[in-house]
Structure formats: C-alpha cells, structure tokens
C-alpha cells in the first residue's frame, strides 16, 4: 500500500519509486496494473500494510482461528515459521470437520 500510494502522490517519478522500495521497475508496474485488486484484497482482510503475499484459506473459520491463535503466539513472544503455521492450520481445518488437505494450501 505504501508504494501505492508513493505513486498517487505524484512527487517522484516511477523510476525513483522503484528505487526507493529496491524493487524492479517492471515489479511497480505489475502493482500499478493490479492495484484495484491490491487495494480490495487489504479492505477485505485488514492485512498489514506491509503484506507482499495474501493467501487465504478456503474456510473462513480456519482464518478467523488461524489468525487468533497467531496474534496470540506472538503476544507470547513464540517464534512461528511457515511450517509451524501450515501445521496449526492443518490442525484446526481437522478440529473444525475440514478434512481436505488440499483446501489448505
């Protein structure tokens, strides 16, 4: 959201954006060409800013779990990888009658 909104700005060319963010030009460009679904995916999710990947489950009752027990991993000071998250969503997809691997992923 940051860099689109560096962009809105107009105060610095593209190329000096790009830079700035050590990304590649082409990389700015492809956010520009999606920004509309950029900006509907961070309204829908509330996801941090910051966020360079949003993949959601096909449960949004395993999210809502998910997401709980994370803020609440970290608030504990727990260090949580990929893996340790793929696990836990493995866990309460099987607690919550998912059962299919695949939805997960």
Wanted: aromatic residues 6%; glycine residues 2%; contains cysteine.
């Amino acid at each position: 959201m940051e860099i689109l909104k560096a962009v809105e700005r107009g105060t610095k060319k593209k190329c000096q954006i790009a830079k700035m963010y050590k990304i590649p030009a082409s990389t700015l460009s492809t956010l520009l060409l999606n920004k509309e679904k950029i900006i509907a995916s961070y309204k829908k999710t509330n996801a941090s800013p910051t966020v360079k990947c949003l993949r959601l489950s096909s449960y949004k009752d395993v999210d809502s779990a998910l997401y709980a027990w994370y803020k609440q991993m970290k608030n504990s000071g727990a260090e949580i990888n990929k893996q340790i998250l793929h696990n836990q969503a493995a866990r309460i997809a099987h607690s919550l009658g998912h059962n299919e691997e695949k939805e997960l992923k």
